[in-house]
């Protein structure tokens, strides 16, 4: 599980640079898959069920005649949420073939656009076969910027991420695979105009790949990706190209790029625009720090936007930011139902699609910054304990990303296994916010939690643990003191006390 950790950093540093079966097709001219088991499972089971499990939790449908959609490709542990409610806005259609304009990271001296002539594209699903009467009618209808091109496709994940979803939403639907290589925005449009015209009177899907900003912190993230993404609901492709060049006039802190599939979303647009789209309408947003697994000083953001040619209006698809800190918790029985089935569904859903829930959909007081523990007990007894003292984040995203620590990441036990996941019961302690106090005569059994500081070394415990300890006063912080790996007594003598409180809740409560 260290090593799965480990590759889940990797990957959010890494991740722009790097069911049914699909028809069965001869295995001579086949594109295996190059990035099974780092951006999505390598089990077919797995990822199935990945798949699955987005789009049940995905935004329902918001348009009736979606023409194209702008999906994320980063790891489906990170954008799979985003990239299901793009999908979900078309579940409900049959399409004949699926074209996919995906971008290029894997070689950037090809300015051109390349039609994969192979095929077909192999996952663990299955193997999705190309149409390749449009690849040739493409060739023909752009011959100065399309080529055939395969080498550009061969390591290239843009595309391939895309592939499952459509094997389990349009399962057997053949593919069109195109990465548009040029950046400049009049290939793009010769090309979304070409694209168009194949597309007339066709029953096709267009798909746009492309993340959003790469490695800025998550409130600068938000802001630019807000902007992009008006941008593209726009269809406007010099609109667009406009807004990301003010992006970059501005010298954002650690921003690398606010689109890396600015040529496919352009041709997109082109595209729908002259097939009908009136209008795009944002669908979801989130980025890489919204995940359990995520950090907020360096994020990838992700966004789905559906362009259509139905009436029915534009939506942000951002929800709004949580309201500032009450120092008082107050939790309904359904507030503390919903906690505890997140945390359980995250430790789950990680041992069964190696992805984990996206942490939204949460009402304004699960969403306030809040510091919690996650507490697992294995037939009664302590098997993981891991927390956030302070609330720089909302209580739903810190409750998932506990929950994962408790179970894997709590240097005194092994990590958890998928067998005892049934016999654990989860406990979720929400604090208010930590206050030092005076001494050791403010401190309150049974009431407060105590953080001491001493040295540079600091431990915690939680308000329910001298209760179940039967200490007093004097013990609590003797036992606090050896936690922090210091002599006992050490809370007499220049050492920093500060006091919380927690309200404490159970699974057992509920059963």
């Not at 639907?173 to 548009?180: H, N």
């Not at 302590?382 to 409750?399: N, Q, W």
Request: glycine share 6%.
């Amino acid at each position: 599980m260290k090593m799965l950790r480990l590759s889940l950093v990797l990957l959010i540093i890494f991740c722009s640079a790097v069911a049914c079966r699909a028809s069965k097709a001869p295995d001579s001219d086949i594109r295996e898959p190059a990035v099974a088991g780092k951006f999505y499972p390598e089990s077919a089971a797995k990822l199935k069920l990945a798949v699955e499990k987005f789009l049940q939790d995905a935004i329902p449908a918001k348009v009736k005649k979606p023409i194209a959609i702008i999906v994320p490709h980063a790891g489906y542990i990170f954008s799979g949420q985003i990239c299901a409610d793009g999908f979900k806005q078309v579940a409900n259609q049959k399409f004949d073939f699926v074209v996919i304009l995906g971008t290029k990271h894997t070689n950037s001296n090809i300015e051109k656009v390349s039609l994969y002539a192979g095929n077909g594209f192999r996952t663990p699903l299955g193997t999705s076969l190309v149409e390749k009467n449009i690849i040739h009618s493409l060739k023909k209808a752009d011959p100065t910027d399309c080529m055939l091109d395969k080498s550009l496709h061969e390591s290239e994940h843009s595309i391939e991420v895309m592939v499952p979803f459509i094997q389990v939403v349009f399962p057997k639907t053949k593919i069109v695979p195109v990465v548009v290589g040029a950046q400049d925005i009049q290939t793009c449009i010769r090309f979304g105009q070409a694209l168009a015209k194949i597309l007339k009177n066709k029953n096709a899907l267009i798909i746009a790949s492309s993340d959003l900003s790469h490695y800025p912190s998550a409130a600068d993230a938000n802001m630019v990706d807000r902007e992009t993404l008006s941008a593209i609901a726009g269809l406007d492709p010099a609109a667009f190209q406009k807004t990301l060049q003010s992006h970059r006039n501005r010298n954002i802190s650690n921003l690398y790029t606010s689109a890396c599939g600015e040529a496919p979303i352009m041709a997109a647009m082109v595209a729908a625009k002259a097939l009908g789209a009136a209008y795009g309408s944002i669908i979801s947003y989130a980025n890489s720090g919204d995940a359990s697994i995520g950090e907020r000083s360096r994020v990838v953001g992700y966004g789905a936007v559906v362009l259509a040619a139905d009436g029915a209006g534009k939506d942000t698809g951002i929800s709004a930011q949580a309201a500032p800190t009450d120092s008082s918790v107050t939790l309904t029985r359904s507030d503390k139902k919903r906690l505890l089935s997140f945390a359980r569904e995250t430790i789950s859903r990680l041992f069964s699609t190696d992805t984990v829930p996206l942490a939204r959909n949460f009402n304004a007081a699960l969403q306030q910054p809040r510091g919690a523990f996650v507490t697992l007990k294995k037939r009664g007894e302590l098997r993981g304990c891991i927390g956030r003292i302070i609330g720089d984040e909302p209580l739903g995203k810190i409750v998932g990303a506990m929950a994962l620590q408790a179970a894997f990441n709590d240097a005194r036990f092994n990590p958890l296994t998928a067998d005892e996941l049934n016999e654990t019961e989860i406990e979720i302690s929400v604090l208010t916010p930590i206050k030092p106090v005076a001494g050791a005569t403010d401190i309150v059994i049974e009431r407060d939690g105590v953080l001491l500081n001493k040295k540079g070394h600091q431990a915690v415990f939680l308000p329910q643990v001298a209760t179940e300890q039967k200490w007093n006063r004097d013990e609590l912080l003797d036992n606090l003191c050896r936690k922090a790996g210091l002599e006992t007594g050490c809370w007499k003598k220049e050492a920093r006390l500060s006091t919380f409180q927690a309200v404490v809740f159970s699974e057992a409560e509920f059963r």
